[in-house]
């Protein structure tokens, strides 16, 4: 199981407190360090069980500075950008084999986990 996840981010922390807490072994994803390639990204969107938009932190700066509106961009556009503004991409986000969990809730963790 890997895990897209920022230090900074208190959702990824708890999601790291618990997983550490249950003994599951992951990997952390490091996103910001390490960037994600489009084609991560595009994995991501694609495995995800819902409509790709969920994944994007629509409200974060980032978009405002570039003077764009994420909810008119296409999926490959999308992609384009997180590639290049990882930040906007949503967190903690489990990939769990062919699975891709939004584990920022008790309900997010406990699918992790299990």
């Known amino acids: 199981m890997r895990v897209i996840y920022n230090p900074s981010c208190s959702k990824c922390r708890a999601l790291d407190k618990a997983l550490e ?40 700066r980032v978009f405002q500075e570039e003077g764009l509106n994420p909810m008119a961009m296409s999926k490959s556009e999308m992609v384009a950008f997180l590639a290049k503004h990882p930040i906007a991409i949503q967190r903690p986000l489990v990939i769990k084999g062919k699975k891709i969990i939004i584990a920022r ?5 406990k699918e992790a986990i299990y």
Do not use: A, C, Q
Not at 105 to 109: F, K, Q, R, S
């Open 105 to 109: 809730d008790e309900n997010g963790i």
């Open 21 to 60: 807490s249950h003994g599951v072994d992951w990997e952390k994803v490091e996103y910001l360090n390490t960037g994600l390639t489009p084609e991560m990204i595009t994995n991501i969107f694609d495995e995800y069980d819902g409509n790709w938009r969920n994944l994007v932190r629509d409200k974060e």
